[in-house]
């Protein structure tokens, strides 16, 4: 039974290989023949009418950027160092036919830059409007002409959807395989891909006297992703950049410190011992409490990352990139602290040649020289990083498309404005100095005397030899050094001294499967220097592993043949030889000597155990996706524990940093409520002095009404009386006339008693009859009664 399940085992491994073995083979057939039909030109169903010549050639100058993630147009000088490097302007004056269609103008330009890595990593149009802003075009575009028109006047910029190098491609194919561990097998797929690319380029520089129906093809990306993810233009760069950075060094011949550390006492410690600022002179050797393991670099690197990392809330301030920050109720105190945190940024750079990846630009650049002219895109990117991720979003979009903004995103941009002590509205014409005037606060006004103290701190030796020439291309340099890249990952992998063939051919898949990872899948793998690392490449053990075995329960030729068993299901691993599918993994031992039966037995029952093992290990594998940690079989369980236990903890700190940020949303949308409940408010009262308003006209215009009445009423009685008067008025001119009359006729005036009897005497005349009889009216007319 114990014999079935051995061969069971092997029977099962062999299996899984043959069938990767195929499954591979149908997948590179499949992949060659998508890739043919996707990167093929179809034709176009129309035919292109003939144009003179000089109508149908467009003279553009093409401007091929390095990075991805460019805002603004580089510099004079810029350009020139991209245009050394096989970037920047094209040597050759670009001609392009306005009749052709973006993939074939796509291929034109490869054949312009024919040293930048394009076709793999894709590109994106984009024009240069005259303050020097890259706005990305429309993905909407089919045809040159259309380009012409969304272009007009600007100049074309390519921007790679990933960062190029600035090396040669040539040099991967030429020199890249010296000690880099590349097969016959791996330089033949890079000279076809290399072959590929000319026919693709020559092709292409051909394709103005060729007919349109042309095909264009792009070689395939199976056979070109070595060349893309090894690495090796940015390494070569980097370290050909790095040769010309002066790193301050120890004295020669120091003096040993050791120093032992409680991991709940890590920042206490540190600050105790480097209160005496001649540990900067000496090498350090570092044990952890209550843990096993010699240091030779990677647990020093442990203290300074695991330290930088406690500090972070304490002294700093940021989100992706910090900057000294204390209130200033404890700097009375603890002001001193940061003259130790300078002392100790100078003796890890000393030893390490790191510096701390989340410290903003800005804030070294002060420590080199505190007068220093801090360039204002160094400021702007410093703070993008400074702020959360909904706020970049915000002031990215604020600084690209400010018109695109609605008046919620205003109002948000309003509230980070006054958060900052900017009382002030954003506006287009000057969010950019409005930025960079935050900025400035943040990174400059406010912790000028915290970043003096750093100062303080460094030694002058050190000072002198590098923090005094630190510029910002030497520290984009340095950071770009600390990334993780295959060829690094693979360095520290250390095989055992004797393998066999089938374990050489297991480390071979594990190793081109390391090289076939890009930059992101690396960073996500791999502890951030932020983090607490892993033990490096001279460590015996890693932190809180009593032993230096470097698999979990597993010897290393299980874990080999565990690799080769995730190599096969994933289509990364070859069919072995059925006969030494045990030799390779080292644990089912075969052995023509004769044995007796003792040992017969014995043999069995260690192949029934090993077996069985190893069903164990590959079900761990199923669980674990190839993570596979250091313990020793004896210490199972309990590294097991451990192991959860860390999952629960990160499972533990990703729903705090969740918890966080919604937190941060909550707090966000309560302040959009409270606005708008205050505006609620502000309209409620408005209506209310507007119906105030109403009703008050209301009683105004019944008022108005009753005073028309009233002054009706005047204006008739007023008539009334005018006529009184008239008739009055009359009256006395009828008398003034009667008198004037009798004045006339009568030299004296007689009596009202006498004209009366004379008046009515019988038988007499009346001469002043018709006189009289006015009088008379007219006396009736004033009130007069006869006396």
Not at 148 to 154: E, L, P, R, W
Not at 698 to 715: L, N, P, T, V
Request: proline share 4%; net charge neutral; with cysteine.
């Amino acid at each position: 039974m114990a014999e079935n399940t051995g061969t069971r085992a092997v029977r099962t491994i062999l299996n899984a290989a043959m069938t990767a073995f195929d499954d591979d083979t149908d997948d590179f057939q499949e992949v060659v023949s998508h890739t043919r039909a996707s990167f093929r030109r179809r034709q176009s169903g129309t035919s292109s009418r003939r144009t003179p010549t000089r109508n149908r050639i467009w003279k553009k100058k093409i401007l091929l950027l390095r990075r991805s993630n460019a805002d603004f147009g580089p510099s004079q000088f810029e350009i020139q160092h991209l245009t050394n490097s096989g970037l920047g302007i094209s040597a050759e004056s670009p001609l392009i036919n306005r009749n052709w269609s973006l993939n074939e103008l796509e291929q034109y330009i490869y054949s312009l830059y024919p040293n930048a890595p394009l076709q793999l990593t894709g590109f994106t149009y984009a024009k240069l409007n005259r303050q020097r802003k890259i706005t990305k075009l429309s993905a909407s575009i089919e045809n040159v002409e259309q380009l012409k028109d969304a272009i007009c006047q600007g100049m074309m910029i390519l921007v790679p959807n990933r960062d190029l190098p600035e090396t040669n491609i040539t040099n991967i194919v030429n020199g890249g395989n010296n000690g880099n561990g590349l097969t016959g097998h791996d330089q033949s797929r890079v000279s076809n891909t290399v072959n590929a690319r000319s026919e693709a380029v020559n092709i292409t520089r051909n394709s103005t006297n060729r007919s349109p129906a042309l095909s264009y093809r792009r070689p395939p990306r199976e056979n070109s992703i070595q060349n893309l993810y090894s690495d090796s233009e940015d390494d070569e760069d980097i370290q050909g950049n790095l040769g010309s950075i002066e790193f301050p060094e120890l004295v020669e011949d120091p003096d040993i410190v050791y120093l032992e550390i409680r991991r709940d006492r890590i920042i206490e410690q540190m600050f105790e011992f480097y209160e005496d600022p001649n540990i900067t002179q000496k090498q350090i050797i570092v044990t952890f409490f209550d843990e096993a393991g010699v240091d030779q670099g990677g647990l020093t690197k442990e203290l300074f990352a695991a330290f930088y990392r406690l500090i972070e809330g304490e002294y700093f301030a940021g989100e992706h990139c910090l900057v000294p920050c204390m209130p200033l109720h404890r700097q009375r105190k603890e002001k001193e602290k940061y003259k130790i945190i300078g002392s100790i940024m100078s003796h890890s750079l000393c030893i390490t040649k790191t510096l701390p990846a989340k410290y903003c630009s800005s804030f070294l650049l002060q420590i080199a020289d505190s007068n220093v002219k801090i360039e204002n895109a160094t400021l702007i990117n410093d703070f993008l990083k400074y702020i959360t991720v909904f706020e970049f979003k915000l002031v990215r979009k604020a600084l690209n498309r400010y018109s695109d903004l609605n008046l919620q995103e205003i109002d948000q941009l309003t509230g980070l404005f006054n958060t900052y002590n900017l009382f002030e509205l954003p506006k287009k014409e000057e969010i950019e100095e409005q930025i960079i005037t935050i900025a400035k606060e943040i990174f400059i006004e406010k912790p000028s005397t915290l970043i003096a103290e750093v100062r303080k701190g460094i030694p002058l030796l050190s000072f002198e030899r590098f923090w005094s020439k630190l510029t910002i291309n030497m520290i984009d340099q340095i950071y770009s050094m600390q990334c993780p890249t295959p060829e690094k990952v693979i360095s520290v992998i250390t095989p055992p001294e004797y393998v066999g063939n089938d374990e050489e051919r297991v480390i071979y898949f594990l190793l081109n499967y390391i090289r076939s990872l890009t930059k992101e899948d690396l960073r996500s793998k791999t502890p951030s220097e932020t983090e607490a690392p892993g033990t490096s490449k001279g460590d015996t053990t890693r932190p809180g592993k009593p032993d230096g075995n470097k698999d979990d329960g597993l010897t290393p030729e299980e874990l080999l043949l565990i690799r080769a068993h995730q190599g096969s299901r994933k289509g990364l691993a070859r069919t072995p030889p059925q006969n030494s599918v045990a030799a390779a993994a080292g644990t089912i031992e075969i052995d023509s000597s004769p044995d007796t039966e003792t040992e017969m037995v014995s043999k069995k029952r260690k192949k029934d155990v090993q077996a069985s093992e190893l069903e164990k290990a590959f079900k761990k594998v199923d669980n674990l996706e190839g993570v596979v940690l250091t313990t020793t079989p004896t210490v199972q369980t309990e590294k097991r524990k451990e192991r959860s236990l860390t999952a629960e903890f990160e499972e533990l700190e990703k729903i705090k940093e969740d918890l966080r940020k919604g937190s941060r949303d909550l707090m966000h949308k309560q302040e959009e409520l409270t606005k708008q409940t205050k505006k609620m408010e502000i309209v409620k009262d408005l209506k209310k002095a507007l119906d105030t308003e109403r009703e008050e006209i209301k009683i105004e215009r019944e008022e108005i009404r009753k005073e028309r009445k009233e002054m009706k009423k005047e204006a008739e009685a007023l008539k009334k009386e005018a006529e009184t008067l008239s008739l009055q008025i009359k009256a006395m001119e009828t008398l003034k006339q009667v008198n004037r009359t009798l004045e006339e006729k009568a030299a004296a005036p007689i009596s009202y008693a006498q004209a009366a009897g004379e008046a009515t005497a019988p038988g007499g005349e009346d001469p002043f009859r018709k006189d009289w009889d006015r009088i008379v009216t007219a006396a009736n007319t004033l009130g007069y009664r006869r006396q």
